[in-house]
C-alpha cells in the first residue's frame, strides 16, 4: 500500500512537470480530449459503480479539496462532488484522530501529593474513618470525593474503618 502510493506521488510529480510547459490553450484542448473518454468510460460501465482504491481517493482528495463547491460540480468527475469531499474530510479526520485520542482510558488519576495527603491523615489520626478525613480535606481545600479518600486508603493498606479506643 505504502510503495503504491509512492509510485502514485512520484508519477503525479512528473505528470505536473509535464503540465508546466503546456500554454492554458493546450491544458484546455487536452481536458476537452479526455471528457468524451470518461464519458465513454461511464457509459460501459452503466449501472455499476467505479470502483477506486484507497490510495485513488486520497489522491483525487487531496487535488480537488481545495476547490469550490460550486467548480467541483462544474467539473465532469466520476464521482459526485460531495463525495469527494466527505472523502477528504475523512482523510483529515483520520490523520488527526490519534492526537485526539485520550491517553489513558477512564478518569485522571488522583495526584500524588493529595494521596499522600490522605495516607498520613489516615496514619495520624486512626480513630478517624474516610468520610470524617474527607471532611478533613475539604476543610484543607482539597476537593476529593469521600469514595476517592476511601479508595485511597484500601489501595495503600491503611485501615479505612476508625479503630475503636474500646468496645462499648
Do not use: C
Not at 457509459?43 to 477506486?52: A, D, P, V
Not at 485520550?102 to 495520624?124: E, I, N
Amino acid at each position: 500500500m505504502l510503495l503504491r502510493q509512492a509510485y502514485l506521488g512520484v508519477v503525479n510529480a512528473f505528470a505536473m512537470l509535464r503540465l508546466l510547459p503546456m500554454s492554458d490553450r493546450d491544458k484546455d484542448a487536452e481536458i476537452l480530449a479526455l471528457r468524451p473518454q470518461i464519458t465513454a468510460l461511464e457509459r460501459q460501465l452503466g449501472q455499476e459503480r467505479s470502483r477506486f482504491t484507497p490510495s485513488d481517493r486520497a489522491l483525487l482528495a487531496a487535488l480537488l479539496h481545495r476547490l469550490p463547491p460550486d467548480a467541483l460540480r462544474r467539473l465532469r468527475l466520476l464521482v459526485r462532488p460531495d463525495t469527494v469531499l466527505r472523502r477528504r474530510r475523512d482523510l483529515v479526520a483520520r490523520r488527526d484522530a490519534p492526537q485526539s485520542r485520550p491517553k489513558r482510558p477512564g478518569r485522571p488519576r488522583t495526584v500524588h501529593s493529595v494521596r499522600a495527603l490522605v495516607v498520613r491523615l489516615a496514619q495520624d489520626n486512626p480513630s478517624r474513618g474516610y468520610r470524617r478525613l474527607h471532611g478533613e480535606l475539604l476543610i484543607l481545600g482539597v476537593k476529593v470525593a469521600a469514595s476517592t479518600a476511601w479508595e485511597i486508603l484500601r489501595k495503600s493498606g491503611t485501615s479505612s474503618a476508625p479503630e475503636l479506643a474500646s468496645t462499648t
